[in-house]
């Protein structure tokens, strides 16, 4: 079974669109997460969520907003999408918050945005 | 903000060969967590192996083994017996255990291209 999974895989849309890509754990974990991985590979975070508390990297636009209906999902809408929102992004989670810091992230498989 | 610092682009092996992948962090902090990641063409986001800082013994994995040096801030990963399907993006990541409760997550550095030569 799927420990992270996100959907879909593939998304082209064109400018101005606004578009969903959805993610669902069954780890069992408190905190979720959002990547994005540019063009260079480069991975930086956008949110981290644990039910309670959203913290927002302050560089993400507002038009990228986290959507979470339970502990067990964390969707990603993005309005007015542009070109330069064309990425891979990837969505993750892990134990904690006071729980085991060494925890690893899992990651789900990415989804490649491409705007046109 | 802590920073990681991955020197290597790109590293070249042959098969059955020993490699090293270095990566160098940026901290105030005594505590926190160091993690290799590997990303095959695939897309998928691998854990290799990871390294607690408050711990001297250095990770092992099978092949794959660490060189943790805390004083240097140094966290180099070493394969050995090089296999074809080794071949991926290497990211070494820094994980706090202090901020926002852990909700920061991994900060990543830019990665190393490995390639294994048949």
């Known amino acids: 079974d799927t420990a992270v999974s996100q959907t879909p895989k593939y998304l082209v849309t064109q400018m101005g669109n606004d578009k969903s890509i959805k993610c669902e754990q069954n780890l069992g974990h408190d905190t979720m997460y959002w990547y994005k991985q540019d063009s260079k590979k480069f991975l930086k975070i956008m949110f981290s969520?644990?039910?309670?508390?959203?913290?927002i990297n302050e560089t993400v636009p507002n038009r990228f907003s986290p959507k979470s209906p339970d502990k067990a999902h964390l969707n990603l809408h993005i309005n007015s999408l542009e070109l330069g929102d064309s990425a891979v992004y990837f969505c993750?989670?892990?134990?904690?918050?006071?729980?085991?810091?060494?925890?690893?992230?899992?990651f789900g498989n990415g989804t490649r945005l491409t705007v046109t | 903000a802590q920073t990681v610092t991955q020197s290597q682009p790109e590293m070249s092996v042959q098969e059955a060969e020993t490699v090293t992948l270095s990566c160098t962090y940026d901290t105030s902090e005594s505590d926190y967590y160091l993690f290799w990641y590997k990303q095959p063409p695939s897309r998928q986001m691998i854990l290799v192996i990871r390294q607690e800082a408050y711990k001297q013994q250095n990770a092992t994995e099978n092949r794959f083994s660490v060189n943790f040096q805390k004083a240097a801030k140094s966290f180099s990963l070493k394969i050995s017996d090089s296999q074809l399907g080794d071949a991926a993006m290497y990211f070494c990541a820094y994980r706090s255990p202090y901020s926002g409760g852990g909700a920061d997550g991994l900060t990543f550095g830019k990665g190393t291209h490995l390639i294994i030569q048949p």
């Open positions: 969520y644990n039910n309670k508390e959203l913290i």
């Open positions: 993750a989670s892990s134990q904690g918050p006071g729980g085991a810091y060494n925890s690893p992230l899992h």
